[in-house]
Nanobody
Framework: QVHLVESGGGLVQAGGSLRLSCVAS????????IGWYRQAPGNQRELVAY???????NYADFVKGRFTISRDNDKNTVYLQMNSLKADDTAVYYC?????????WGQGTQVTVSS
């Protein structure tokens, strides 16, 4: 069973940084495309960034140049470094495979950016 645990969220001022972690079990991150998604209140969940099995990275336009996705194969963990945070980045952040595994959505980690 695929299990994904997100952590690293918190409250930060606009312009600040956070680093999110996604620890995976039941799935090998280096063999799959893994993405970070987010959902703000009243909005649908959206894809923020993903890293392919080959290690290539892709970003939504609204985070390009500010966020960086990476992975540690030994730790089976995917990270999201978020810099220059904006109030609009406030959301619950989740990780999942691409395509997403419906039963594997975790609790997510809350990111709140104060302006």
């Amino acid at each position: 069973q695929v299990h994904l645990v997100e952590s690293g969220g918190g409250l930060v001022q606009a312009g600040g940084s956070l680093r999110l972690s996604c620890v995976a079990s039941g799935i090998t991150v280096r063999l799959n495309a893994i993405g970070w998604y987010r959902q703000a209140p009243g909005n649908q969940r959206e894809l923020v960034a993903y890293i392919s099995a080959a290690g290539t990275t892709n970003y939504a336009d609204f985070v390009k140049g500010r966020f960086t996705i990476s992975r540690d194969n030994d730790k089976n963990t995917v990270y999201l470094q978020m810099n220059s945070l904006k109030a609009d980045d406030t959301a619950v952040y989740y990780c999942n495979r691409l395509p997403a595994i419906a039963k594997s959505w975790g609790q997510g980690t809350q990111v709140t950016v104060s302006s």
